[in-house]
Nanobody, 124 residues
Framework: VQAVAESGGGLVQAGGSLRLSCAAS????????MGWFRQAPGMERELVAAITWSNPTTYYADSVKGRFIISRDAAKLTGYLQMNNLKPEDTAVYYC?????????????????WGQGTQVTVSS
């Protein structure tokens, strides 16, 4: 992977759902990780979910377990983050990121390629 670009996001009421998409591009093979980070104002960027591409294994932050689902379509080289039962505290800019090593790490420094970010706002 040499680039990623996310889409989706927007404004939703608490309890609603949104789906984010992340398209990967560049020289690709199956050995990479796609992660979804979020950053709220004044907060550090945190990993909410990640997936290994070739033999999918997943990671979820405790705060989103049972509500968010990460998946990927290998043929389209696109990943997804389905966000259900959204809460106001999920409000943040969400970033897609990738690392060309197939081991999930939770720190932002471990990811080399980043999308531009997309705003998710959950109203109460």
């Amino acid at each position: 992977v040499q680039a990623v670009a996310e889409s989706g996001g927007g404004l939703v009421q608490a309890g609603g759902s949104l789906r984010l998409s992340c398209a990967a591009s560049g020289r690709t093979n199956s050995a990479f990780v796609m992660g979804w980070f979020r950053q709220a104002p004044g907060m550090e960027r945190e990993l909410v979910a990640a997936i290994t591409w070739s033999n999918p294994t997943t990671y979820y932050a405790d705060s989103v377990k049972g509500r968010f689902i990460i998946s990927r379509d290998a043929a389209k080289l696109t990943g997804y983050l389905q966000m259900n039962n959204l809460k106001p505290e999920d409000t943040a800019v969400y970033y897609c990121a990738a690392r060309n090593r197939e081991m999930i790490v939770t720190t932002a420094a471990g990811y080399y390629y980043w999308g531009q970010g997309t705003q998710v706002t959950v109203s109460s």
